[in-house]
């Protein structure tokens, strides 16, 4: 069945640090892939996305490109902030379903 | 203006008891969703309706657990006879439409804890 694999947490970086946060997915169709939020006390919000191969999602600083060869959507970010310090989720969308991940916790520290 | 509500935004309960737990879509968003949070743990999958309706209620982790949507609008999810292990925040989310383009809103979710 479909499904989505991410990056076992917790990550921990220093401030400026480059960040890359593993995502693959298993799909049978061809979904649309989602990077989602949570910041701590928040409720998850859209960080980025992407409908179609090849198809680079973009948010603040965040990036993540869609790779049909090698089912990844693989989120990077050049140089992190204490501010960026959440749980990341990775997520398809079928159509009929929403699929995601288990969530990567990330502490950025100064 | 507003999101996706949901309500209570905290619910103590004891083993046994039924609860209720109530979701208010963004206006005019046809799909809403309901999910699981177990503390660290990802979101499971529950359900979903597109307007009133629910195609695929496998999700549902047992026959204690029902979810009704009205008015292609406010759903509910009631949990009957509870268990501890039902202690989770429970999570809605809303969307135009089922296209797969389109992200879900979430709500602030509902911290449900089962005595």
């Known amino acids: 069945g479909d499904s989505v694999t991410q990056m076992e947490g917790p990550v921990t970086l220093s401030e400026e640090a480059f960040l890359t946060i593993n995502c693959t997915y298993t799909?049978?169709?061809?979904?649309?892939l989602f990077w989602y939020v949570q910041y701590p006390g928040e409720g998850l919000q859209l960080l980025l996305k992407?409908?179609?191969?090849?198809d680079k999602g973009s948010n603040k600083g965040f990036e993540a490109t869609y790779r049909k060869e090698t089912t990844s959507f693989h989120l990077e970010k050049g140089s992190v902030q204490v501010s960026d310090s959440a749980v990341y989720f990775c997520?398809?969308?079928?159509?009929?379903?929403?699929?995601f991940g288990t969530g990567t916790s990330l502490t950025v520290i100064p | 203006g507003a999101g996706v509500s949901q309500s209570p935004s905290n619910k103590v309960t004891e083993k046994g008891k039924d609860v209720e737990l109530r979701c208010d879509p963004i206006?005019?968003?046809?799909?809403l969703y309901w999910y699981r949070q177990s503390l660290g743990q990802g979101l499971e999958f529950l359900i979903y309706?597109?307007?009133?309706?629910?195609?695929?209620k496998s999700g549902l982790p047992s026959d204690r657990f029902s979810a009704e949507r009205t008015g292609g609008s406010v759903s509910t999810l009631t949990i009957q006879r509870t268990q501890q292990e039902d202690s989770a925040v429970y999570l809605c989310?809303?969307?135009?439409?089922?296209?797969?383009?389109?992200?879900?809103?979430f709500g602030p979710g509902t911290r449900l804890t089962v005595l």
């Open positions: 992407a409908t179609k191969a090849d």
């Open positions: 309706f597109q307007g009133n309706s629910a195609p695929d």
């Open positions: 997520a398809l969308n079928t159509g009929n379903q929403f699929y």
């Open positions: 989310a809303s969307s135009v439409g089922l296209a797969k383009n389109n992200e879900q809103f």
């Open positions: 799909a049978t169709g061809y979904p649309s």
């Open positions: 206006s005019g968003h046809t799909a």
